[in-house]
């Protein structure tokens, strides 16, 4: 049997159930008291989560944006470095074309091809090209054979150079030269090695106008002038006064120091104007100079005669009338030589003026063609000098300032060269068309002989690019020689 329930059990279980209720409630209440502060928590949670991830999504969206703007900076960068690029190789594509279609009836045709294409466009941006030279800004690339080579150029002529002193001549030349010996006033490797340079002369030719600079008292503001960037053309800074480096006379003309005159990059042209490998005086034979150049035998014969004297050169064969070279004596010379060694003479349309002399001892004067021929379609050069490795100037394109103030020709001479080529549509086609311009003299024509010719090998194309969309610009600057083909790379400047 179930035992009854007394009333004591009752109030016991009353009194337990009251008292577990209490608990319960105790607990209930602490469990609320404590429910209620993690609320608040979360609360505070949430909205701080809401805060960083505003700031997050904001930060992203500035980095966004900014990556965009860098993106398409460096698109419009891109666009005008390929476009300034395509400048470049059009030029090049250019001298190729010329180089295997050579008009030797056309010295200019080349400069007027690469000066038509100086501007063109491709599909996201445009090229320019452009030089100054003699104070006048010209479409194209600079063409180095317009100035004279550092590594042939004699004391004389480089003390003709603005701001230029004897000492520096003198380190010029033992730059250049093989040996550590010191001219007078000159700076062998001792010299460099006590002021601690880090360097010494290189002992051989200049590879660069600006390894100019390395040479005692050559100093960078000489050199460059008013060209800070030695890249022939007039950049912004190099035309606003002081406001920027270098200081210069802001008279929108390029004056640009030694770098107008001088290069080290030009290289001889191998091939003839025709295009064929030229002939050597010294080893050819009669036969094969009179097909090549139309002469008869007995001028054939007077040529061959000269090509074996030792000191034999190419600028005699231009200043001395053939009749006098190997010291024949004829009417012709007497002609060439009452003229007062002027060069006149030889030329007249080549009418061997010995029509009267004995006929055993005729030589006829070279006509302005055959001088043509010879000059262009043969070699009489000593590859054991420096000489060999040194292109020369191209009165084509040579500055006034050149032939005048450096190379020292006669004021009107000079001009009537400069006026002679601007007459001639074709430009000069070889030396023989300023042996008979006024002030034409053996001497003269023997400077010229040496330094000059009518064509190049060398040019530096200064190509600045322009995005078309935003305006970007970018440059590439190379120093290309194409008097062989392939045309080559000589330099490869991105400023
Ligand atoms: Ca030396
Ligand atoms: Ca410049
Ligand atoms: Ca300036
Ligand atoms: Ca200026």
Not at 33 to 49: D, F
Not at 332 to 342: K, R
Not at 365 to 394: H, I, M, P, Y
Not at 418 to 435: E, M, N, P, Y
């Amino acid at each position: 049997m179930i035992a009854p329930h007394t009333r004591t059990e009752m109030w016991r279980n009353v009194h337990d159930r009251n008292k577990h209720a209490e608990i319960s409630n105790a607990r209930h209440v602490r469990a609320l008291k404590h429910y209620a502060p993690r609320k608040g928590v979360v609360t505070i949670m949430v909205i701080w989560a809401i805060a960083i991830a505003s700031i997050v999504v904001a930060a992203t969206q500035i980095l966004a944006f900014r990556e965009a703007t860098l993106g398409r900076e460096c698109i419009s960068r891109v666009q005008a470095r390929w476009a300034a690029r395509a400048g470049v190789e059009t030029m090049i594509s250019i001298m190729e074309w010329h180089n295997a279609n050579p008009d030797p009836d056309d010295a200019l045709a080349l400069t007027r091809d690469l000066e038509s294409n100086a501007f063109g466009e491709v599909e996201t941006g445009t090229w320019d090209i452009r030089h100054f030279i003699d104070g006048q800004e010209w479409a194209g690339p600079m063409d180095e054979n317009s100035k004279l080579n550092i590594n042939v150029a004699t004391r004389m002529q480089l003390l003709e150079l603005p701001n230029i002193t004897q000492d520096v001549v003198d380190s010029i030349y033992d730059w250049r030269d093989a040996d550590n010996e010191p001219q007078q006033l000159g700076a062998e490797a001792d010299f460099y090695r006590n002021r601690g340079l880090g360097y010494e002369p290189r002992n051989g030719n200049f590879r660069s106008i600006a390894e100019l600079e390395l040479v005692a008292g050559a100093w960078p503001q000489y050199l460059r002038g008013e060209d800070w960037n030695l890249n022939g053309r007039l950049d912004p800074n190099e035309d606003d006064g002081k406001r920027t480096m270098p200081d210069d006379n802001a008279n929108g003309k390029l004056e640009a120091g030694w770098s107008q005159y001088l290069t080290a990059s030009t290289r001889p042209v191998t091939k003839s104007a025709s295009g064929q490998p030229r002939l050597d005086l010294r080893k050819a034979n009669s036969e094969e100079l009179m097909t090549r150049t139309g002469m008869d035998a007995t001028q054939a014969a007077a040529i061959l005669t000269y090509a074996k004297v030792g000191n034999a050169r190419m600028a005699q064969i231009l200043s001395v009338p053939l009749s006098q070279l190997t010291g024949s004596r004829t009417a012709g010379a007497t002609g060439a030589g009452a003229a007062g060694a002027n060069r006149t003479g030889r030329s007249s349309a080549g009418q061997p003026r010995g029509a009267t002399a004995p006929a055993a001892t005729t030589v006829k004067n070279l006509d302005n063609k055959q001088l043509t021929l010879v000059l262009n379609e043969c070699s009489l050069d000593d590859t054991r000098t420096s000489q060999a490795n040194a292109g020369k100037v191209n009165l084509n394109t040579a500055s006034r300032a050149l032939l005048r103030d450096i190379l020292q020709l006669d004021t009107r001479y000079a001009d009537s060269i400069l006026s002679r080529r601007i007459s001639k549509q074709s430009g000069l086609l070889s030396l023989a068309d300023i042996v008979d311009l006024p002030g034409a003299t053996q001497e003269q024509l023997l400077i010229l002989g040496q330094v000059a010719d009518v064509t190049s090998s060398v040019y530096m194309i200064s190509s600045r690019g322009r995005a078309t969309t935003s305006g970007a610009e970018a440059e590439i600057v190379v120093m290309v020689d194409r008097s062989e083909s392939p045309v080559r790379i000589l330099e490869y400047r991105e400023p």
